[in-house]
C-alpha cells in the first residue's frame, strides 16, 4: 500500500517543507537559474524540480541537497535556511523598494507652511 509523505506529516512539518521549497525557489530566482537548467546540473527530472520547489516532502534529502548546489555551488543547507546567501540579501532589497509617486498640488498646497 502506497502512502503520500504529505499524508503523514503534521501541518507543522508539511508547512516546513513548503518554506524549503519557497527558500530554494526564491535562491534559484535570485540566481537567475531557470529551473530546468538547475535540474539538469543536478541530475534530477525537471518535474522532480518542481515537486522540490513546491514543498513535496516525498523528495530524498539527497536531491534536495544536489538541487542546492547546482544553484548555489558550495552553499549548505544551513546558509540557505539563514537567508545568508548575498543574491538572496539582494532580492530582498529589491523587493524592499517602492515607487514613491508625486505629490498632487492638493497634497503640496496642504504641506506648503
Known sequence: ????????????????????????????IARAVKQADAALRSGISRNTAYRLEKGDPGVALGQVLRYLDAIAP???????????DPALITLRMREKTQRVRDMTAAELEEIDF
Open 1 to 28: 500500500m502506497r502512502v503520500t509523505q504529505s499524508a503523514m506529516l503534521s501541518p507543522r512539518l508539511s508547512a516546513e517543507c513548503a518554506q524549503l521549497g519557497q527558500l530554494l525557489a526564491r535562491l534559484r
Open 74 to 84: 558550495g552553499c549548505t543547507l544551513l546558509e540557505l535556511l539563514a537567508e545568508r
